[in-house]
């Protein structure tokens, strides 16, 4: 039996990189794993892989941005499922306009609506039903640009995933009591289709020398299978070969 059977996960952005790949680690635990994202067809593909592995996965497309999309998944879980163990708030947006001189109102739209309102109202919505059955964990994706300030990553995205990890310390701050873990998961560098929206085209070995998004799945099962007295408030997951540093040393040189 696998060490999440009997345990409901709830995993959005999951049509892709780090979060099918949790999506798929977390099923072939045990877990029916509710899979969420705006492009059915994504989360149709990975639902294929999960049933034959012999998994159970429920497909749930949504534009998490919108709250009633976001409620109506909520709700089908509570109601149909009875129960939401995990929910790992994973979905994020990058765009390829990174600098302030570059950056126009819609961009700036589309990433604090993408990386935070859709976090928050997930979170909003997993909480009632987390409170009722007396516990639950959260892993909410944010970033190492949510811990650090670099120029990489772009104002933008890097304001919003901040605001994402204040987010989830927030969550232990005020509901602990409720038996509810909130960890705010910084990955560095993963290959994942995300780095399309980079303005400079990534070479294949730069791109074999990240994270890959089957680190993360194995960071977020550890996570999943922490007993529920331990709360890991905040993670660190970054590639040995971090390129900030290897540039920092150049130009120290
Ligand atoms: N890759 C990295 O280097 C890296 C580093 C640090 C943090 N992260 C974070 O990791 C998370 C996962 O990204 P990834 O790297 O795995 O890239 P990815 O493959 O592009 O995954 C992001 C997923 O989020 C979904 N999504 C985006 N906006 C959405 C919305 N409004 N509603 C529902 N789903 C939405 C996308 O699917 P649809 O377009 O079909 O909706 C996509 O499957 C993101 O939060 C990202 O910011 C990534």
Redesign the pocket.
């Known amino acids: 039996m696998g060490k999440l059977a009997g345990q409901t996960a709830w995993v959005?952005?999951?049509?892709?990189?780090?979060?099918?790949?949790a999506a798929i680690a977390l099923a072939a635990e045990g877990a029916i794993v509710v899979i969420?994202?705006?492009?059915k067809e994504?989360?149709d593909k990975v639902a294929a892989t999960i049933k034959a592995a012999g998994g159970t996965v429920h497909v749930k497309?949504?534009?998490?941005?919108?709250p009633a999309?976001v409620q109506k998944v909520a709700d089908f879980i509570g109601s149909k499922l009875g129960r939401l163990d995990v929910l790992v708030n994973?979905?994020?947006?990058?765009i390829q306009q990174r600098t302030w001189k570059d950056l126009k109102p819609e961009g700036v739209q589309e990433l604090v609506?993408?990386?935070l309102f859709?976090?928050f109202y997930c979170a909003m919505s997993a909480l009632p039903i987390m409170r009722a059955q007396g516990g639950g964990l959260m892993i909410h994706?944010?970033?190492?640009?949510?811990r650090f300030v670099s120029p990489l990553?772009g104002a933008g995205?890097t304001a919003s995933?901040h605001a994402?990890v204040a987010m989830s310390h927030s969550l232990n701050m005020e509901e602990c009591g409720n038996g509810i873990r909130s960890c705010a998961?910084?990955?560095?560098?993963?290959?994942?289709?995300?780095?399309?929206?980079r303005p400079n085209k990534l070479s294949e070995k730069e791109l074999a020398e990240?994270?890959q998004?089957e680190d993360?799945a194995a960071l977020v099962l550890f996570l999943a299978t922490m007993p529920p007295h331990v709360c890991i408030n905040e993670v660190l997951i970054t590639p040995t070969h971090n390129r900030s540093y290897l540039a920092a040393q150049q130009r120290r040189l």
């Open positions: 959005t952005g999951a049509g892709s990189g780090i979060g099918e790949a969420s994202g705006r492009t994504k989360l497309p949504a534009d998490l941005a919108k999309a994973n979905a994020g947006v990058n609506n993408g990386n859709s976090a994706t944010a970033s190492m640009a949510g990553s995205y995933k994402v998961m910084c990955p560095g560098e993963v290959r994942t289709p995300i780095l399309d929206k990240m994270v998004p993360c």
